[in-house]
């Protein structure tokens, strides 16, 4: 823009309008503007988030991979899984954590910041924004935390010697869907509600902390009983949980099997967290729209 | 309507625009048309269809039956065109809380695509503005309801846009906060952009607006700039008389032919008159002694009351 600006009041505010300047920006800032606003909205909570994204898996690492990992290893645990406990469980727990990061930030700042109290979907939509760019841009922000946790996470595991091969950063990417599995499908439910009654606090308890307990994250599924087998089969995290063993530990060929998954299990698994992403993001840009246009 | 008056195609313009919740009708058939220019009103009541009727001008809210026309695109397809030469002030705010003064105006302006070196002068003028430059770096959420409101005018305002529409821009405001707020809009109207406001407040219309449109139950009942719509609708002056609660319908009758028309409301008497001082005399030679009596010009509130049968404010 060329106008000049006196630093004088009045300021010119209008009568300078040309039709080509507003086509150039009917678009709007789009996705991209979304993450500037994403970014300054974290930045209160950058060292909070930073010493728990770094901390989190410090503690878990310690007592589970090296506390409890050191009777794993002395015993039979050593031989039935072929590799350290702590490269057993870092995939998983990389998928865990971002899982639980993604899910936090599809359910408060969806329902309260964006719909209910501040209201800041509406005034985005106020601009050239569409619901649609507005929902993508806030799972595109939920996927980046993600991402970053499990970068972190990585990164401290790597630290802990919990690293074994080169494609244990696929754990990034496939943690990043997994997690993307359910909190997509968890913002159609904020984007929904007008009252969560509890709802947030219910998907905590009684959806990921089970989850957590019970995909693989600890000790393979195949422990389980059948009954509670099939339920490891539903939860995303199990199949996140897979493909990140397998991501790490499958180029080592352990003995034991463990890391190993067959090409159809592969893709089934792939295939289970696409569509639940799929879906979850599709639905969420209508639940957007029905009530941003209310 | 007026539009002989009007030389330039209309920024907005609905013809039997209608909006449905389900089974409630919010907005009924309504027609409207805005200038170039003009500052234009919706008043009436909560609940009078004004704000619905803003969503839909505003590009959000799709019209269920009806047309309209925005900068002479039509909203259900050209919403983003739109929107991006409107400013927009909700009801409520819905600023960021946790960001600066600052960081709200510059994430703002680039939801509209405004390049980052276009917006920091941009951003400094509008501070000059709202009379928020030395707050620039504080954070929105300990400021005063007079200055979030001026913020968010404020940040309406980084699009340079070619319609403001305003959805009760001063309530809940204390009355200095209401006026340095007019004194702002006051100034835009001057620079000529085009205002759209809804309000319940008749002073405010009556300060903001040109021309402006009642509305009540989702409908216009009645039209035109606030001296015409007080002409045309209600007499001059008003005599207003309180005979005590349970006095009030009674002493109706006695001073009924003193008046063109007499609205009994809980409190008191309002009789609608061209001298005011001259039937307050004429009441006490009756010997009726009103608790307390004024005299007043007749003002919009007293127009509503006479095309609804209810004031605005209840």
């Known amino acids: ?294 | 309507m007026t539009s002989a008056e009007r030389t330039a195609e209309p920024l907005i313009e609905a013809v039997g625009l209608s909006k449905r919740f389900g089974s409630f009708e919010a907005v009924k058939a309504v027609d409207f048309s805005v200038a170039r220019g003009e500052s234009f009103g919706f008043l009436g009541p909560n609940g009078a269809g004004k704000s619905s009727t803003m969503r839909m001008v505003g590009a959000v809210s799709p019209a269920s039956s009806g047309r309209l026309r925005v900068l002479g695109l039509d909203p259900t397809v050209a919403g983003p065109a739109i929107r991006s030469r409107l400013g927009v002030v909700p009801q409520q705010d819905n600023l960021d809380l946790e960001l600066t003064v600052w960081e709200n105006l510059y994430i703002y302006g680039r939801y509209f695509g405004i390049p980052k070196r276009a917006l920091r002068p941009k951003i400094e003028e509008l501070l000059d503005f709202a009379q928020l430059s030395d707050r620039a770096r504080d954070k929105v959420e300990p400021l005063s309801g007079g200055m979030k409101r001026r913020l968010t005018i404020a940040r309406s305002l980084i699009n340079d846009p070619e319609i403001l529409l305003l959805d009760e821009p001063t309530t809940g405001l204390d009355p200095q906060a209401r006026h340095v707020l007019w004194d702002r809009l006051y100034r835009l109207k001057h620079q000529g952009v085009t205002l759209v406001l809804t309000t319940h407040f008749m002073d405010e219309a009556e300060q903001l607006c040109d021309r402006l449109v009642v509305m009540d139950n989702g409908r216009i009942v009645a039209e035109g700039s606030p001296a015409r719509l007080i002409t045309e609708h209600v007499s001059r002056e008003v005599a207003e008389l309180r005979f005590g609660i349970d006095q009030n319908e009674v002493r109706a009758a006695e001073v009924a032919d003193l008046a063109e028309r007499v609205e009994v409301l809980a409190d008191r008497l309002l009789l609608y008159v061209s001298d005011g001082e001259a039937v307050l005399r004429a009441v006490h030679e009756r010997g009726l002694q009103p608790v307390s009596s004024l005299v007043r010009r007749a003002s919009l509130e007293d127009v509503f009351l006479r095309l609804t049968g209810r004031s605005l404010v209840d």
């Open chain 1, 1 to 294: 823009m060329s106008t000049e600006t006196p630093t004088i009041t009045p300021p010119p505010l209008a009568g300078r309008h040309t039709p080509t300047r507003h086509l150039v920006r009917a678009r709007g800032g789009g996705v991209p503007s979304l993450f500037g606003y994403l970014l300054a909205s974290t930045r209160p909570y950058l060292k909070i988030a930073a010493l728990s994204q770094l901390g989190s898996p410090v503690l878990y690492l310690l007592s589970l991979g090296i506390g409890l990992g050191s009777i794993v290893n002395g015993r039979a645990g050593g031989q039935s899984l072929g590799t350290s406990y702590l490269s057993f469980i870092a995939p998983a727990l990389i998928a865990a954590t971002a899982l639980q990061v993604a899910v936090a930030q599809s359910m408060y700042p969806i329902l309260f910041g964006g719909f209910k109290f501040q209201r800041i979907y509406f005034a985005m939509n106020a601009t050239p924004l569409t619901p649609r760019q507005i929902a993508g841009g806030v799972l595109a922000w939920i996927a980046a935390r993600s991402a970053i946790t499990a970068t972190l996470y990585l990164a401290v595991v790597a630290c802990f010697g919990g690293v074994r091969s080169i494609s244990t950063l696929l754990c990034v990417p496939i943690a990043t869907l997994g997690a993307m599995a359910l909190a997509a499908p968890i913002a159609v439910y904020s984007a929904t509600v007008d009252t969560e009654r509890g709802g947030f606090a219910a998907i905590s308890r009684f959806l990921v902390m089970p989850m957590f307990l019970f995909s693989g994250t600890f000790y393979p599924v195949s422990m389980l009983p059948e009954w509670a087998r099939v339920l490891a089969w539903l939860s995303p995290l199990w199949h996140a949980t897979e493909l990140a063993r397998w991501a790490s530990l499958a180029p080592l060929h352990l003995s034991s099997g463990v890391g190993q998954v067959g090409a159809a299990a592969l893709l089934g698994h792939l295939a289970f967290l696409t569509v639940l992403t799929i879906a979850g993001v599709l639905l969420t840009g209508w639940r957007f729209r029905v009530r941003l246009s209310r």
